[in-house]
């Protein structure tokens, strides 16, 4: 199926001979003397910046796995316990969560360029601090705010999110492709980091990083100017959902709430096999090298899985991706409690990472298909918080359960279980979906100019 200009109807426009009329009568006609060339969705320009959303994403994710290569040189350093050389880490991933609502917050206002030189200035700097702290604390403290909440938040969400508002026919795959590069710069940087550490040091390559970082963000920051098509005129697909102020018929909290319960409870179920695989492993008698090939096979078949799903999203909805993901994420979890083999180990964590990579990418299409777009980044901001507090949750309570009985096993049907949750919400928002469709759908008043 093809899509003509026609097709792509902005929201609170519909069709006629002539074109397209507005249904607000408050909505003026547009001035065709003083027509502005608008940004077109699916269109060269849209997919350009997908490119360099993907190179931001992946340079501006580096301080996520950068970390961890640097713990033992910064342990040995500082002379510090394993605990105490892990704080970084934890504080750096709960300055991200709470800074991916702060940073898509501020794309909804200002726009996406000023978030990426916020992001580029704080990464900067803040590499370029860890090369010269003289303290785990403070390494921890600049790990938390500058990384974190300022730095690595600022490309993730709301890249996410403005990627979605370039794009209609092809959403699904484009956003696929935006949030594999958190996945791409795990492959990149930690073997590259890993090398300067060895011939360097890891206070010089802290600086370096921070130099190149700074440099390629803001010149890569100089390609993302200019509104997006959904700013000037929201348009949507004919026969899929309308943004809304009444997303699935309920108001807009009772909505948000739903996919934050959801995308917590899927990174519960989500984190039982990603945090513990390598221990699982080992208490199995393979070693945790089996553990972390294991772990790595995981990742990997996730990239496959982003990319695959967003491919099926764009011919089902986000709804039913999210449903169909999360049917298939259960299914993964159930056999890690009767297999316990080594080749099956291996084959079902494949199977898990093909299954579970593009659960999180769909909560961003639900978002831009059911919520209004000017509000897009702080939506997807706060369901993504979420889905990190769930894989924090999910780590901890499954290591809890295992104390608790001995076993991975109790712990593998409690992921289970979570995952219920997860599957039920889905349905009921497909329901909602259904039950909304079936009656006339009410666009928003007029296009957001934000």
């Not at 074109?19 to 060269?44: E, F």
């Not at 360099?52 to 501006?60: A, R």
């Not at 972390?292 to 909805?317: K, P, T, W």
Request: proline share 5%; hydrophobic share 50%; glycine share 14%.
């Amino acid at each position: 199926m093809s899509l003509d200009a026609g097709d792509l109807a902005p929201v609170g426009q519909h069709r006629h001979r002539g074109g397209l009329t507005a249904l607000s009568r408050g909505t003026p006609a547009p001035d065709n003397g003083a027509m502005t060339v608008q940004a077109r969705p699916d269109s060269p320009q849209a997919w350009f910046r997908l490119g360099i959303t993907l190179l931001l994403m992946t340079i501006g994710s580096a301080g996520m796995y950068v970390v961890s290569v640097m713990l033992p040189a910064v342990q040995a350093e500082f002379g510090v316990t394993r605990a105490q050389a892990s704080l970084p880490y934890t504080l750096l991933m709960i300055g991200f969560g709470f800074g991916c609502v702060l940073m898509g917050k501020l794309a909804d206002r200002f726009g996406i360029v000023p978030v990426i030189l916020i992001g580029a200035a704080s990464l900067g700097l803040g590499f370029v601090a860890c090369g010269f702290v003289g303290s785990i604390t403070g390494f921890a403290v600049v790990q938390g705010l500058l990384i974190g909440l300022f730095g690595s938040s600022a490309t993730f969400v709301p890249l996410v999110a403005d990627t979605s508002l370039w794009f209609v026919k092809r959403r699904g795959i484009a956003v696929a492709v935006c949030a594999s590069g958190n996945y791409l710069a795990g492959a990149i940087w930690p073997p590259l980091v890993q090398q300067f550490v060895e011939t360097l040091g890891w206070r010089q390559t802290y600086t370096g990083l921070g130099v190149f970082t700074f440099v390629s963000m803001v010149l890569l920051a100089l390609a993302m100017r200019g509104k997006s098509p959904a700013a000037q005129t929201a348009p949507v697909r004919v026969g899929g959902p309308v943004p809304s102020s009444r997303p699935f018929g309920l108001s807009l909290g009772q909505a948000q709430a739903l996919l934050c319960v959801a995308g917590t409870a899927c990174c519960v179920a989500m984190a039982m096999p990603q945090v513990h695989i390598v221990a699982y492993c080992g208490d199995l008698g393979f070693g945790a090298a089996r553990g972390a090939e294991m772990l790595s096979l995981m990742l990997a078949c996730g990239i496959v899985s982003r990319l695959v799903s967003g491919a099926i999203c764009d011919r089902i909805g986000g709804v039913r991706t999210l449903l169909l993901g999360s049917f298939l994420q259960g299914v993964a979890l159930l056999l890690f409690i009767p297999f316990d083999g080594l080749l099956s180990l291996y084959l079902i964590s494949a199977m898990f990472g093909l299954f579970q990579g593009g659960l999180v990418p769909s909560y961003a299409i639900i978002v831009r298909e059911h919520f209004p777009p000017a509000e897009a980044g702080a939506r997807v901001g706060t369901v993504i918080m979420c889905t990190l507090f769930g894989m924090a949750l999910g780590g901890w309570m499954s290591g809890k359960v295992f104390d608790l009985t001995g076993s991975y096993h109790a712990a593998f049907v409690n992921g289970v279980l979570w995952n219920a949750l997860n599957l039920s919400v889905a349905l009921f928002l497909l329901w909602r979906v259904r039950r909304v469709g079936a009656g006339p759908q009410i666009p928003l008043r007029s296009a957001p100019t934000a």
